[in-house]
């Protein structure tokens, strides 16, 4: 039942660094190479974009090839042969600086190209693993249409039984918006209950997105009696035979216990500041019974709808050279870890502080994980205190997270996963052999578009009711663009975004203010479902 995983799918990587490592990297590209020979205000060159050359025609079939050493061939009709892995097609090919080098019929191979990008939403399984497709305007619900920077998106949704429905426990790999930034994810499925040994979730793609799993296990953990197990943010497991429930909390808006105690949905959760939407409130918690020896604080959580408006207008601001600037990220330049976490340094995770006897706050930890769909259970062990007087603060910026839970936790063993592959794959009640597979060998992906659903059947151990159930999750996701954003496109505001972080977080307060009190009603209802 056992599955290798490489050293570097092990390695946890900060989730919140990288939500917005897409916008971090094309911005500082576009900075870099205008500003590496000439101050800025005696900037000469522009970006240039396919559609300024008359090359490409939106309203009919396209593909935009961005190659690795930096060249763009655009052609109106083409073919993928997957099997020699080329695409050819009539066509132009541009040089690095967009400059017609000639037009004919090429012939391309795959393993050279950066990124894709194209209009064309059903196309070859390999061009959909590694193409932005522009989203024809009808695509969109109508409440995606009033507001697209409130669309349901970030990445896939599982659902698995909770003793009476099919409910959503989890979202896969939220940061991983790139081919580049595959990574892999763990999420709690903590509200889970197994009818049986077989136990089944479901993984859909109810987005205007491209999915790419690499794989989807269950990893299985002893739970202690009268306990649960809980994952780190560094992907380490620890049983918790004793939690303990806080007996105070309080908020800016005032006591926040109710809210708080226990994992029900009934989130705790603030609004942004108008000037500043990276201003910091804290949560103040007591515990008058703290257990003894090693202990961890539990969190229940998720975002706010903040980092998708954020991730979205990014893209909006990139516009038409999105393409472009993304292909040069894929490319791997070596200046991107340099500049790839500007603005999730200036947002911040949820910073966690204890306090000890002699009143000094000591730093814990801190917990930075991106979604906005499903709440998550992690647990953040203390550190080694003179003596801990019960007392927990929080630090975390003002409208960007939502807590459903907060508890402590007695650690005492370290335990390790059982992983478990599917079994099986259906597609509505048909065994889909191939889609197994795909989730089973590390060389394989399982591509899913739009309304696709897949549900995952797994073994459980026998005595399943005595584990505690996560879900292992790799891949990525392609964020389509919606023709809507095209209209916003402006490159100073991008510069701003990543040149001057705390600046631009000011400036946009009064336009996400704008629409803040509508995103989670809106996000909610413009789920995309395939007729």
Not at 29 to 47: A, E, G, Q
Not at 234 to 245: M, R
Not at 332 to 353: A, P
């Amino acid at each position: 039942m056992g599955k290798e995983i490489s050293a570097f799918q092990k390695t946890q990587v900060s989730k919140q660094k990288k939500i917005i490592s897409f916008f971090l990297v094309a911005t500082f590209l576009i900075v870099w190479n205008f500003t590496r020979c000439s101050p800025y205000n005696r900037l000469k060159r522009d970006i240039k974009t396919v559609s300024q050359f008359n090359l490409l025609d939106t309203r009919s079939p396209f593909l935009k090839v961005h190659m690795l050493d930096g060249r763009v061939y655009i052609l109106s009709a083409w073919k993928v042969d997957d099997k020699d892995k080329t695409v050819s097609g009539m066509g132009s090919l541009l040089d690095i600086n967009r400059n017609l080098i000639q037009k004919s019929n090429f012939t391309i191979s795959l393993d050279g190209v950066a990124i894709f990008e194209t209009n064309v939403v059903k196309s070859s399984p390999y061009i959909g693993t590694m193409a932005i497709i522009t989203l024809p305007s009808l695509a969109l619900s109508a409440y995606c249409a009033t507001n697209p920077k409130a669309c349901f998106g970030s990445c896939p949704t599982f659902y698995a039984w909770d003793g009476e429905k099919m409910a959503l426990q989890a979202e896969g790999f939220s940061a991983s918006v790139t081919p580049s930034l595959e990574n892999r994810d763990i999420d709690a499925l903590y509200r889970v209950k197994p009818l049986s040994h077989d136990f089944e979730i479901r993984v859909t793609n109810e987005a205007l997105e491209t999915h790419v799993i690499r794989y989807a296990n269950i990893l299985a953990l002893p739970r202690p009696s009268n306990g649960r197990t809980f994952a780190t943010s560094s992907g380490k497991f620890w049983q918790a035979p004793e939690i303990v429930e806080p007996t105070a909390c309080t908020a800016p808006e005032g006591d926040c216990l109710a809210a708080i105690r226990f994992f029900d949905g009934i989130e705790r959760f603030s609004k942004t500041d108008s000037k500043d939407l990276a201003t910091r409130e804290t949560i103040e918690l007591v515990f008058d019974s703290p257990p003894g020896g090693k202990v961890g604080l539990v969190l229940g959580f998720r975002q706010t709808l903040l980092t998708t408006y954020l991730f979205y207008q990014g893209l909006a601001y990139m516009g038409r050279a999105s393409g472009y600037w993304l292909a040069k990220m894929e490319r791997g330049d070596k200046n991107v870890k340099k500049y790839s976490s500007r603005l999730g340094e200036v947002l911040g995770g949820i910073e966690i502080f204890a306090q000890e006897n002699n009143d000094n706050w000591v730093l814990a930890g801190e917990i930075r994980e991106t979604g906005p769909i499903a709440s998550d259970a992690r647990v953040v062990p203390l550190p080694e205190l003179n003596s801990f007087s019960g007392k927990i603060r929080l630090r975390l910026t003002c409208g960007l997270w939502r807590i459903d839970y907060i508890a402590l936790a007695k650690l005492s063993t370290p335990a390790e996963p059982l992983r478990l592959l599917p079994s099986s794959v259906l597609r509505g009640d048909t065994a889909v052999d191939k889609a197994k597979k795909s989730l089973s060998e590390l060389s394989d992906v399982l591509v899913t578009m739009p309304g696709d659903a897949y549900t995952l059947i797994y073994d459980l151990p026998s005595d399943y009711q005595n584990y505690e159930l996560f879900l292992e999750s790799q891949g990525y996701y392609i964020e389509w663009i919606r023709p809507s954003w095209l209209t916003e496109e402006n490159h100073n505001k991008t510069l701003m975004m990543f040149t001057n972080p705390a600046g631009f977080l000011k400036e946009i307060a009064p336009e996400f203010k704008k629409v803040e009190s509508q995103m989670e009603e809106i996000f909610w209802r413009s789920k995309y479902v395939q007729k």
